[in-house]
């Protein structure tokens, strides 16, 4: 199952901070999470391992709440770059090395 | 960047006629994606292959095949092309499965008329 991203867009001034969630309903070993702007191909930002081990940007941070089955990714002190599409890619434990991706949160990044 | 490349980046093809996508990769990564992106639908899995002539189906593989004969190159063939399956498609790369980051290339626009 497709996991589910809330909010599903969300408006911005530059310098303000944001929340994105993305739930499963199975039990996972990583979230990753990455960007994509218009016209343009997903692009990494995080991944958060079972155990706590997180690989990735020096400016984006996320959680990973294991038992919850929960991922969130915190968008601080917003910057114009900052617009775009945000996706959460899941991995269960069965899952072979495969992702099962959110529907996508569209940020924007207003002056 | 990853070096991975697609071919075409564009195509305009009719119901009913074979379609073929190549992704290359320069990277010499043991596992590609084949990803489906339409409104609304994030990206979905069509296929992936952890290596040479080993492949495996994703969630909407339904009409659509692909081979690996070698490292670099991954195909993703549409049998017969419907208007279903007009969307952007990507491929995508990874050195060691769910536990290191995708690389995508750039995406091919499919229209099926």
């Known amino acids: 199952q497709q996991p589910v991203q809330s909010p599903q867009a969300v408006i911005l001034r530059e310098g303000e901070d944001a929340v994105i969630n993305c739930s499963s309903s199975k039990a996972l070993y990583s979230v990753h999470w990455y960007r994509q702007k218009h016209g343009e191909a997903p692009i990494f930002l995080m991944i958060?391992?079972?155990?706590?081990e997180q690989k990735g940007h020096d400016k984006i941070s996320a959680s990973f709440n294991e038992k919850k089955q929960q991922s969130s990714l915190y968008l601080t002190a917003s910057q114009l770059s900052y617009s775009g599409t945000y996706f959460c890619?899941?991995?269960?434990?069965?899952?072979?090395?495969?992702?099962?991706f959110g529907g996508g949160t569209r940020v924007l990044v207003k002056p | 960047d990853a070096g991975i490349t697609q071919s075409p980046r564009h195509k305009v093809t009719e119901t009913g006629t074979p379609v073929t996508l190549r992704c290359h990769q320069t990277e010499n990564h043991r596992y590609m994606y084949w990803y489906r992106q339409d409104p609304g639908h994030g990206l979905r899995l069509i296929h992936y292959?952890?290596?040479?002539?080993?492949?495996d189906k994703g969630e909407v593989s339904d009409g659509y095949s692909v081979s690996r004969s070698k490292t670099e190159d991954f195909l993703l063939t549409l049998e017969s092309a419907t208007s279903s399956q007009t969307s952007v498609y990507f491929c995508a790369i990874t050195g060691a499965g769910g536990q290191d980051e995708q690389f995508f290339g750039p995406g091919t626009r499919l229209t099926v008329l």
């Open positions: 890619g899941t991995e269960g434990y069965s899952a072979g090395n495969k992702l099962t």
């Open positions: 958060l391992l079972k155990g706590g």
């Open positions: 292959s952890y290596g040479v002539k080993d492949t």
